[in-house]
Structure formats: structure tokens, C-alpha cells
T-cell receptor, first 112, second 113 residues
Framework: DAKTTQPNSMESNEEEPVHLPCNHSTISGTDYIHWYRQLPSQGPEYVIH???SNVNNRMASLAIAEDRKSSTLILHRATLRDAAVYYC?????????????FGKGTRLSVIA | KAGVTQTPRYLIKTRGQQVTLSCSPISGHRSVSWYQQTPGQGLQFLFEYFSETQRNKGNFPGRFSGRQFSNSRSEMNVSTLELGDSALYLC????????????FGDGTRLSIL
């Protein structure tokens, strides 16, 4: 899996939007961009994934740069429950159930 | 819908012992993966099972093994425990098919004394 680069930590105020960046300059043309997060004392949780177009679901939005060398996970209104480590992971298509390769992720703190 | 269930949640063992951890996947999920999480190494892949067959294996010594049963439940075993095996062991299940997200349990915290 190609390498991703994320900031070690970020801070946000509650009820404000949060933009979590991820750089993946060596992404191949067919790699999907996945995001997982891990809340304290819990296992990782799938958030969202996409290929080229921006994606939205009930948890977040994923904005993908036109050249696909970077992406941004957007939490529209941060809550205290969103405090977690966020992982950006690249996965080849048709990878089936090949393992997720986790980096160090971004630790998001949310201030009340 | 019930999530991935791992038992036990906490376990304390001593060096040289062996341990078996259990994972019950989400109903209908036939793929089960195991990961080890430590503060130093982060999340690392151990192995993945599908329909009772190991399909992928990470870079861990042979002391780490696993199996999957016909009902998709899985166990992992660690023999001759070492202090460095202290970690959070996470199980994840997913549907078959390309690019399915993995659903994780909350893990078993293993402490070696």
C-alpha cells in the first residue's frame, strides 16, 4: 500500500468544522482512499472511503484533490465524541480483504 | 445488528504461558482479521481468515497462530508468551468482496507479567 502523511495532532473547538488533511503523493491511479478513526479504549471504526469524487455519508465528507495526491476528511460540526485518532489509508481496488496498513494517524482533540 | 465481539476483554498472563483469544464476527461476515496494537509499533496486521482458510499473514513469529471455525468465529493463540506480547489484540470482520470496510471489535488487552 502507498504511503500517506498526516499531521500528528490537531485541535478543534466543539461545534466547529474540522478539516483533517492527508497527503498521498505516490497514490496509484486505482487506489481507494479510506478513513478510519479510533476512539479511546475502542477498536478502529470505518468512517468513509472514495476514489476520485467527493463523498458524503452520515459521519463525514471526503474531499479528494483533482490530482488525487491529497485528500481531506471533513467533520462538519465537531463534537466531544469525535475526539479520536484518524487514519488515512490507501487500498488497492479488488484488494478484497487484504490487510489495512495503519500509519500513526492524526490525534484530534475537541475543546468544549 | 450486533458488532464484533471479542473475549475476554482483559487478560493477565506470565511469561512462558500460552493464551487463546476469541472473536465472534458480525453475522454474515466470513472474513476475520487480527491486528496487534502497541504504543511503539501501532496497529500491525497478524493474519486473516476466510472460510476457515488463512489467506494472509503478517510478519509475526510462529508463536502466533489462529484458526477459523465453520460458523466464522475465530481464535488466535499465542504460545510461549514474552513480555513484548503485551498489547491490545483487535479482531475485525468484513463481508466478502472487493473493498469492503472492516468492522473492529474493542479488543482484548493482554498483559504479560
Amino acid at each position: 500500500d502507498a504511503k500517506t502523511t498526516q499531521p500528528n495532532s490537531m485541535e478543534s473547538n466543539e461545534e466547529e468544522p474540522v478539516h483533517l488533511p492527508c497527503n498521498h503523493s505516490t497514490i496509484s491511479g486505482t487506489d481507494y482512499i479510506h478513513w478510519y478513526r479510533q476512539l479511546p479504549s475502542q477498536g478502529p471504526e470505518y468512517v468513509i472511503h472514495g476514489l476520485t469524487s467527493n463523498v458524503n455519508n452520515r459521519m463525514a465528507s471526503l474531499a479528494i484533490a483533482e490530482d488525487r495526491k491529497s485528500s481531506t476528511l471533513i467533520l462538519h460540526r465537531a463534537t466531544l465524541r469525535d475526539a479520536a485518532v484518524y487514519y488515512c489509508i490507501l487500498r488497492a481496488p479488488f484488494s478484497g480483504n487484504t490487510p489495512l496498513v495503519f500509519g500513526k494517524g492524526t490525534r484530534l482533540s475537541v475543546i468544549a | 445488528k450486533a458488532g464484533v465481539t471479542q473475549t475476554p476483554r482483559y487478560l493477565i498472563k506470565t511469561r512462558g504461558q500460552q493464551v487463546t483469544l476469541s472473536c465472534s464476527p458480525i453475522s454474515g461476515h466470513r472474513s476475520v482479521s487480527w491486528y496487534q496494537q502497541t504504543p511503539g509499533q501501532g496497529l500491525q496486521f497478524l493474519f486473516e481468515y476466510f472460510s476457515e482458510t488463512q489467506r494472509n499473514k503478517g510478519n509475526f513469529p510462529g508463536r502466533f497462530s489462529g484458526r477459523q471455525f465453520s460458523n466464522s468465529r475465530s481464535e488466535m493463540n499465542v504460545s510461549t508468551l514474552e513480555l513484548g506480547d503485551s498489547a491490545l489484540y483487535l479482531c475485525a470482520s468484513s463481508l466478502a468482496g472487493r473493498d469492503q470496510p472492516q468492522h473492529f471489535g474493542d479488543g482484548t488487552r493482554l498483559s504479560i507479567l
